[in-house]
């Protein structure tokens, strides 16, 4: 069975640092291309980062550009989510996804670097599995 697990959300103050992970199992997820999704209460779906296969291309929501880094580790199926800089309108429950029906390639960065380029570009939609999501909260 397909399953991806969050961990290392909690509660921080505005200007803090928070690492996410996200640990998969039950299949490889080192020749798809893995993202960071987010959602507010009472807001839709947000994208936040997304890193193709090999991790040599990253793309970022211009809302976290600078602050947050998206990375992988392919030998522990596990991608990580780096946030500096938190501000308290990054509050939400932050989800992994993974492109499991190879919509953004296989083992290949050329669809993801295509899509980057597209109008709409990386959304929900490209990822077939997701997480349960872990829940970041940047309050004083």
């Known amino acids: 069975q397909v399953q991806l697990v969050e961990s290392g959300g909690g509660l921080v103050q505005p200007g803090g640092s928070l690492r996410l992970s996200c640990a998969g199992s039950?299949?490889?997820?080192?020749?798809?291309?893995m993202g960071w999704f987010r959602q507010a209460p009472g807001k839709e779906r947000e994208f936040v980062a997304a890193?193709?296969?090999?991790?040599?291309?990253?793309s970022y929501a211009d809302s976290v550009k600078g602050r947050f880094t998206i990375s992988r580790d392919n030998a522990k199926d596990t991608v990580y989510l780096q946030m500096i800089g938190l501000k308290p309108e990054d509050t939400a429950v932050y989800h992994c996804a993974a492109d499991t029906e190879y919509k953004l390639g296989y083992a290949s960065s050329w669809s993801f670097s295509r899509k980057l380029k597209s109008p709409l570009g990386i959304s929900h939609t490209d990822f077939g599995s997701w997480g349960q999501g872990t829940q970041v909260t940047v309050s004083s």
């Open positions: 890193i193709s296969w090999s991790g040599d291309t990253t």
């Open positions: 039950g299949r490889t997820f080192s020749n798809c291309a």
